[in-house]
């Protein structure tokens, strides 16, 4: 069974079990957090869509993390001739989330 949710304006497909990385959400470690935005729910074949969401459907899960930071991104930036360089490093701040069930 898994389903496609709608997570701080991202989708994301997520099983019973699985753990995955969305944006920073306020919760704290071990709380329990529900979603309510899902899109789609497949159980063993029997597909419903949403119009635009599954009436009903919910996706409860637990912070494992409250910030984990990914990996850095550098941005550079030239301009030839000129003599101008520059660079920027950026980490996004992601929370960690166990999904504990699908109902």
């Known amino acids: ?6 997570i701080a304006g991202q989708q994301f497909k997520v099983e019973a079990g699985k753990e ?8 704290a ?3 329990a957090v529900e979603f309510d935005k899902v899109l789609l729910v497949d159980n063993e074949g029997a597909v419903k869509v949403g119009s635009p969401y599954v009436e009903g459907a919910v996706v409860k899960a637990t912070v494992l993390d409250e910030l984990v ?7 550079f930036k030239k301009i030839r ?18 999904i504990d069930a699908i109902a």
Do not use: P, S
């Open 1 to 6: 069974m898994y389903a496609i949710v709608e």
């Open 20 to 27: 995955i990385f969305v944006q920073r959400l306020g919760a």
């Open 29 to 31: 470690k071990d709380a």
């Open 69 to 75: 930071k990914g990996d850095k991104v550098l941005v």
């Open 81 to 98: 001739r000129k003599g101008f360089q520059k660079l920027n490093g950026h980490r996004q701040q992601f929370t960690k989330i166990r």
